[in-house]
């Protein structure tokens, strides 16, 4: 399952098995993507997101997606309509458009219902909050990302991950009338479930985030203690050491980041 210790970095996991194809014929008009049919409801339909960044997409990219298109609206059987969902979904994150991959992901996750497609879902929808992206396309994320990592938390209440990924969404979109309601989640995780490395790691991150140095390297050497093999905690640890000007300690936990 894809991971979301840190929004930064959740898109750097192969999502999906990608297909290559060589297609060098010239395409039509993109137009064909945009079918006429409701996309989205939520703030920003999907399909104006599709207009907007057509533009982008070179003559083979849009060909591409258009045929995966054209395949889906004639496969009557939902497995072969999940593949080339993912395949989309795989191809768009490819491109550069997180937001879309998370659409087409979504449609995966309706079919599959499963923790692990949600899941993919949200991460996808989160990929767009710390990137370049317009504040309608990341609103729109956040409303999906939420949506998707609920949907897992309800398909399996015990899993920590969705739910340490649903308040790093708060972390980094928090809502305007609880700016603390992502970190009041992570700490109210802590209380529930001590000692669990994936809650104190992302703890740990965000104090070093906002210079709480002793709090990190508190939460950050608990995970060490109990996951002995996260290297991204020894950087952390590292940096925090170099925070509070403990060069020593810096170097030594450098050593030991990968």
């Not at 703030?43 to 997606?65: F, K």
């Not at 209440?157 to 972390?171: E, H, I």
């Amino acid at each position: 399952m894809p991971k979301l210790q840190t929004i930064l970095t959740i898109m750097g996991l192969g999502l999906f098995s990608l297909l290559y194809f060589g297609l060098d014929t010239k395409p039509r008009k993109f137009n064909s993507i945009e079918r006429n049919r409701a996309l989205s409801t939520q703030n920003t339909d999907i399909s104006n997101l599709i207009r907007d960044v057509q533009s982008t997409l070179s003559p083979n990219q849009a060909a591409l997606l258009i045929a995966l298109e054209k395949e889906i609206e004639t496969a009557t059987e939902d497995t072969t309509k999940v593949e080339l969902f993912k395949q989309l979904s795989g191809k768009w994150y490819e491109y550069g458009q997180p937001h879309i991959a998370g659409f087409y992901a979504e449609q995966v996750a309706l079919i599959d219902n499963t923790v692990n497609a949600w899941s993919i879902t949200g991460t996808s929808f989160a990929a767009t909050f710390n990137g370049k992206f317009e504040e309608k396309v990341k609103d729109y994320s956040m409303d999906k990302a939420v949506s998707a990592f609920e949907n897992a938390i309800s398909l399996d209440p015990k899993d920590m991950q969705s739910k340490v990924n649903l308040a790093l969404c708060y972390v980094e979109r928090p809502p305007k009338e609880n700016a603390m309601k992502g970190i009041l989640m992570l700490l109210d995780y802590d209380k529930q479930y001590p000692n669990d490395p994936l809650v104190l790691f992302n703890l740990g991150r965000l104090g070093l985030r906002t210079g709480q140095y002793e709090k990190a390297i508190d939460r950050l050497t608990r995970v060490i203690n109990i996951v002995p093999e996260n290297t991204s905690a020894y950087c952390l640890l590292s940096k925090a050491y170099e925070g509070l000007g403990d060069m020593v300690q810096a170097a030594s936990y450098q050593k030991q980041c990968k």
